[in-house]
Nanobody
Framework: QVQLVESGGGLVQAGGSLRLSCAPS????????MGWFRQAPGKEREFVAA????????FYTTSVEGRFTISRDNAPNTVNLQMNSLKPEDTAVYYC????????????????WGQGTQVTVSS
């Protein structure tokens, strides 16, 4: 039962930008911390960015710091990931997740996941 739906993925050249969005399909996640993770072929799913339930704090993995920005709109209850200066190594399936437990960069602390959206960056 899908709880979160991602959109905005696609194919882009290196140096380009994409904006991913995540919206709930069956419930609201206004009191949940939200995160973005990604998984490249043959690799484990890794943390990308997260934002606290009240939007007060954001967290990024080192490789995307300064290029990606996570934000949330509590009306209409969406979470966005603005990705700039994309690199081929950013190519992966990107997943949105919602959770309550800490720390936010650990995927085990997220109870709800989307099905993912493909991001491909060509060189």
């Amino acid at each position: 039962q899908v709880q979160l739906v991602e959109s905005g993925g696609g194919l882009v050249q290196a140096g380009g930008s994409l904006r991913l969005s995540c919206a709930p399909s069956r419930r609201t996640f206004g009191n949940y911390n939200m995160g973005w993770f990604r998984q490249a072929p043959g690799k484990e799913r890794e943390f990308v960015a997260a934002i606290r339930w009240n939007g007060g704090s954001t967290f990024y993995t080192t490789s995307v710091e300064g290029r990606f920005t996570i934000s949330r709109d509590n009306a209409p209850n969406t979470v966005n990931l603005q990705m700039n200066s994309l690199k081929p190594e950013d190519t992966a399936v990107y997943y949105c997740a919602a959770g309550i437990a800490e720390p936010l960069m650990e995927k085990v602390n997220y109870a709800y996941w989307g099905q993912g959206t493909q991001v491909t960056v060509s060189s």
